[in-house]
T-cell receptor, first 114, second 114 residues
Framework: DQQVKQNSPSLSVQEGRISILNCDYT??????FLWYKKYPAEGPTFLIS?????DKNEDGRFTVFLNKSAKHLSLHIVPSQPGDSAVYFC?????????????FGTGTLLAVQP | DAEITQSPRHKITETGRQVTLACHQT?????MFWYRQDLGHGLRLIHY???????NKGEVSDGYSVSRSNTEDLPLTLESAASSQTSVYFC?????????????FGEGSRLTVL
């Protein structure tokens, strides 16, 4: 049973446009949501996070939106750059649960075309 | 600079052999994790540890074991390798409670079981 779902395996956008990556979850006990970025042959790196008590968090070109009623979050990248081409993983942490144990989605491969 | 390193980066072995993947971190983090990445499954948690002598099973722990004799290392052992364990393995570490859940990942170990 997949508690964190990324239904789009891949996404292609033009350089300079907005990239929107989506993530759905089923567990209401998640208290933090994180996005990780992964390049080929490298480990995932932390990108941005959001607490379940917030609905938006922004860091430069990256903004994460959380819609708790829909159990949905999205990552917006504006403007998209070729260097953003990577696999993006959505992850969630259980509220009050064991320290920092994360459940990951299946990932979305973003390709930013020059 | 503090870091997390995995070895070997690539390993080919035969069915039934014992294999150990090493993970070493210099951040002095209490929490360490092993994930495997497979197409269509994202990152799945194998085992994790919250400190010396502490180990816990993740969602896909069958056929794997870990030990934590010091803060820096969490080796992952496949007692009798199976073809289903062909995957890319990532070690990660994090600080303790009170943080957002951010994990720091190693670069991965690609294991092929023939």
């Amino acid at each position: 049973d997949q508690q964190v779902k990324q239904n789009s395996p891949s996404l292609s956008v033009q350089e300079g446009r907005i990239s929107i990556l989506n993530c759905d979850y089923t567990n209401s006990m998640f208290d933090y949501f994180l996005w990780y970025k992964k390049y080929p042959a490298e480990g995932p790196t932390f990108l941005i996070s959001i607490s379940s008590i917030k609905d938006k968090n922004e860091d430069g070109r990256f903004t994460v939106f959380l819609n708790k009623s829909a159990k949905h979050l999205s990552l917006h990248i504006v403007p998209s750059q070729p260097g953003d081409s990577a696999v993006y993983f959505c992850a969630a942490r259980t509220k009050g649960g064991a320290t920092n144990k994360l459940i990951f989605g299946t990932g979305t491969l973003l390709a930013v075309q020059p | 600079d503090a870091e997390i390193t995995q070895s070997p980066r690539h390993k080919i072995t035969e069915t039934g052999r014992q294999v150990t993947l090493a993970c070493h971190q210099t951040w002095n983090h209490n929490n360490m994790f092993w994930y495997r990445q497979d197409l269509g499954h994202g990152l799945r948690l194998i085992h994790y540890s919250y400190g010396v002598q502490d180990t816990n099973k993740g969602e896909v722990s069958d056929g794997y074991s870990v030990s934590r004799s010091n803060t820096e290392d969490l080796p992952l052992t496949l007692e009798s390798a199976a073809s289903s364990q062909t995957s890319v393995y990532f070690c990660a570490s994090s600080v303790g409670t009170g943080r957002t859940g951010e994990l720091f990942f190693g670069e991965g170990s690609r294991l092929t079981v023939l």
